[in-house]
């Protein structure tokens, strides 16, 4: 029988202080031995959003004790564990620093393998946790501060489809909560008060639907939901009109773009049964998976959402993709750098900013 790996996991990229034990079961899917995430949402509420020092500062208050609460959990000694993963990037380097240097430290001290892990190869691969995946697959990875479908050709290995040009998708839930002062965080509330509201009422523009392949963009919809808000003097149910009706526009434009998304998938990897994933913190989003479950129906394709809990920032990921890059021997030295902007695809076309063709 072979050795079942277990890992450490450690996540501080962004305004989640996480630590998790996971070891992969004979199934090939993982044990969740603990998995702790101590959010700071009430620290950035009063701001609206993520404060880096502020964040910082919780991680640095939290750490240790997140650290020792997983390990208490999984009932594990560093002893017994097979090697230590920590997010690099891409985030907020005063927060990545902090999870990242403590992570090298306890390999060291433990005289353990390291594993410097990219928090998007985290949520790419963490529908794995719960389920058996065959490679390859389309990745649709909608998070705070990304949004791009990828082809998930291996582990480490990923080639990018298409991106967004401005905005991610989060960014755009998040903003749209602050603009109708629908609370925070911005994706949960917009969620919810979306079902109060009439999806029809406004009709919002759906940028560059019709063009740029599977590339995305939301920055005029983001505009136009601003000039709306300014005509509804606060009245409550135009608010929840113009929540479900932004919505219903981001569930049509994914609708649309993954359709595309999955032609382009099949020409370049050949293959006809196509499984997609949808990852990252606004696959939560229960509109939009049944927005995608429907189109899988349609042109039968074997769509996947990871549980709630392994959508929003998580260290299971992190552990996770720690051992799936142990398995191929894709170790660390303890100088690695923590990296702000990290692409998956490294090759991939940077997509923002002026002179953009599409
Ligand atoms: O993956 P994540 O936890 O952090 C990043 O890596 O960015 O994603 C956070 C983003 C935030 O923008 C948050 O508003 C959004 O995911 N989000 C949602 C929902 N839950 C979280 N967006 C829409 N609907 C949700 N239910
Ligand atoms: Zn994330």
């Not at 409550?236 to 434009?253: G, R, V």
């Amino acid at each position: 029988m072979t050795k079942k790996i277990t890992f450490l996991g450690i996540e501080t990229s962004c305004d989640e202080t996480a630590a998790a034990v996971i070891r992969e079961n004979e199934k090939g899917t993982a044990d969740i031995l603990s998995n702790i995430v101590s959010s700071q949402i009430s620290e950035h509420r009063k701001y609206g959003g993520v404060v880096p020092e502020l964040a910082a500062r919780a991680h640095l208050e939290n750490i240790e004790y997140i650290i020792q609460s997983a390990l208490d959990k999984s009932e594990m000694s560093l002893d017994e564990i097979d090697g230590i993963a920590a997010t690099a990037g891409p985030g907020l380097i005063v927060c990545l620093t902090i999870g990242l240097n403590i992570g090298k430290s306890i390999a060291n001290f433990a005289n353990k393998p390291f594993i410097a892990v990219n928090h998007l190869e985290g949520h790419a691969l963490s529908p794995g946790l719960e389920n058996k995946i065959e490679f390859p697959y389309l990745l649709l990875l909608i998070s705070g501060g990304h949004t791009q479908f990828l082809t998930v050709k291996d582990v480490n290995q990923y080639e990018q489809l298409g991106t967004t040009i401005d905005d991610a998708l989060g960014e755009a839930f998040d903003k749209t909560a602050k603009m109708l002062d629908l609370g925070y965080p911005g994706g949960p509330s917009v969620e919810k008060f979306s079902k109060f509201g009439d999806k029809s009422f406004f009709k919002l523009p759906e940028p560059i639907i019709s063009r740029a392949g599977c590339n995305l963009s939301f920055a005029g919809l983001k505009t136009a939901v601003l000039r709306e808000s300014k005509k509804i003097n606060g009245n409550e149910q135009m608010k929840y009109n113009l929540a479900a009706s932004f919505q219903n526009t981001i569930n049509k434009i994914l609708y649309k773009k993954t359709k595309i998304a999955i032609e382009m998938f099949k020409e370049k990897t050949k293959t006809k049964e196509v499984r997609l994933i949808v990852a990252g913190g606004v696959a939560a989003n229960k509109s939009i998976r049944e927005s995608l479950t429907k189109l899988s129906k349609e042109i039968k394709c074997k769509t996947i959402y990871p549980d709630i809990k392994f959508c929003s920032d998580n260290a299971a990921m992190i552990a996770w993709a720690g051992i799936k890059r142990y398995q191929k021997k894709l170790f660390n030295k303890v100088n690695v750098k923590a990296r702000s902007r990290w692409p998956l695809d490294e090759n991939a076309p940077y997509m923002k900013g002026p002179g953009l063709k599409l």
